[in-house]
């Protein structure tokens, strides 16, 4: 496995992150991510969003550098997912905040007009597959 698997990601915008339902298919959803060293990613999502639910099944993931929309402008790259908590989660919220700012910002506020709160979400790290 490359040592810096992920640092062609560095300076994208959005990863298309394919998650697999129970029966293998497929369900591609670009996502804001932050790098955390050359082989972690981390993420963040609603805690009931579907792709949640089919992490919750099955950890691996397909993950490509991608445009807003999720059409994907490089190679695959076979990874796994798992989530986090404590000092990691907030690592990560950390780490989202300095890559992408008052978007970040704005989403956060959104966010709590609509009645949500940070326990609606989830924090997902993403490794590469040995």
Do not use: C
């Amino acid at each position: 496995m490359s040592s810096n698997l992920f640092s062609t990601l560095t300076k994208e915008q959005f990863i298309a992150l394919t998650t697999f339902r129970k029966t293998g298919v497929g369900v591609m959803t670009p996502v804001w991510f932050a790098n955390d060293g050359e082989n972690r990613l981390v993420i963040f999502t609603g805690k009931s969003s579907g792709k949640v639910k089919r992490l919750r099944n099955n950890p691996r993931v397909e993950l490509a550098p991608s445009d807003a929309q999720g059409k994907p402008r490089g190679a695959t790259i076979q990874a796994h997912a798992r989530f986090i908590e404590g000092d990691a989660a907030t690592r990560a919220l950390e780490l989202l905040k300095r890559k992408y700012g008052f978007q970040f910002t704005l989403i956060e506020w959104v966010n709590k007009l609509r009645g949500g709160s940070p326990l609606t979400r989830v924090f997902i790290e993403i490794v590469p597959t040995e």
